[in-house]
């Protein structure tokens, strides 16, 4: 696939992240590629390439790599899934579940995305949207999951779950993790929840720390829309977190709607790509017998 240009992403004043992109940019620029990397990125100015935003990036660039682990490539995919942009990780973090190619394999592997040798998935997004009463407060996209909580650490709180506005449950607890099949692996999988291969159109709900002993996960169709109304009895100290990144402040009384973004983020893969390796290799599951 004949990539043009492509944005380069990644965890500012980290060196290992910098060398990776270093080498990035040296083979990128062997190829012809007009090359944007995000600004909070310092790059020698020996390089021909160019500082912008990550916005810019997602506006102009046919393929964004981000160099890192997990936490750099959700805050991307948050920013890049409102584009039609191709997206890939170079693992320099930790368990790179989101991030496929390693450090070592940047060159073979770059040769495998420009001839078109790629798999290539979609990932869909969901939104919170905060209200008090009928106005909006806040909204923001996750890619892994939304998490009702309270703000202190072991304080209960008191909700209501509505799911295409049938009454599905009352709850006092923790909270309430909402999340994706590609967040299946991540938060949720810590809080007892399934994983949730990536094709599947479904989230799952995973409460946290429940006072009763009946409360599970149960999985439910992505396309429904949730609401969550916060029990006048609580303290003002609930919060709803999107991705462990964004934090929305939630008042006793309002409701917050949980519903399935329309934006897509475009995942794409070296061609050995299997998530069953993945998961065997990430979560150490046994190997083959025979």
Request: charged residues 20%.
């Amino acid at each position: 696939m004949a990539y043009r240009t492509v944005g380069l992403i990644g965890k500012a004043s980290h060196k290992a992240t910098f060398d990776s992109i270093e080498l990035l940019i040296n083979e990128l620029l062997a190829r012809g590629c007009n090359i944007l990397v995000e600004n909070k990125i310092q790059i020698d100015s020996k390089f021909d390439v160019e500082s912008v935003s990550m916005l810019e990036i997602g506006r102009r660039a046919d393929l964004a790599i981000v160099v890192g682990g997990d936490g750099n490539m959700l805050g991307a995919a948050r920013v890049l899934a409102e584009f039609d942009i191709d997206v890939v990780g170079v693992n320099r973090g930790n368990l790179g579940f989101l991030t496929d190619i390693s450090p070592d394999d940047i060159t073979e592997q770059l040769e495998h995305l420009f001839t078109g040798n790629i798999a290539r998935e979609k990932r869909f997004l969901i939104e919170a949207l905060v209200y008090s009463g009928d106005t909006l407060v806040d909204s923001h996209n996750a890619v892994n999951e939304i998490v009702l909580h309270h703000s202190k650490v072991a304080h209960m709180m008191e909700f209501e779950l509505y799911i295409e506005d049938r009454f599905v449950f009352s709850q006092r607890s923790d909270g309430l993790i909402i999340a994706t099949p590609t967040g299946s692996t991540a938060y949720s999988l810590s809080g007892g929840g399934p994983i949730l291969t990536p094709h599947l159109d479904v989230l799952t709900l995973v409460p946290m720390f429940p006072h009763t002993l009946s409360s599970r996960p149960i999985v439910v169709d992505a396309n429904n829309e949730m609401t969550l109304k916060i029990s006048n009895n609580n303290s003002d100290n609930v919060q709803v977190s999107c991705d462990s990144h964004v934090v929305i402040s939630v008042n006793p009384g309002d409701h917050v709607i949980i519903r399935k973004n329309f934006k897509h983020l475009t995942l794409i893969h070296p061609p050995d790509y299997n998530y069953f390796n993945v998961l065997r290799k990430k979560l150490n599951w046994g190997s083959k017998l025979y």
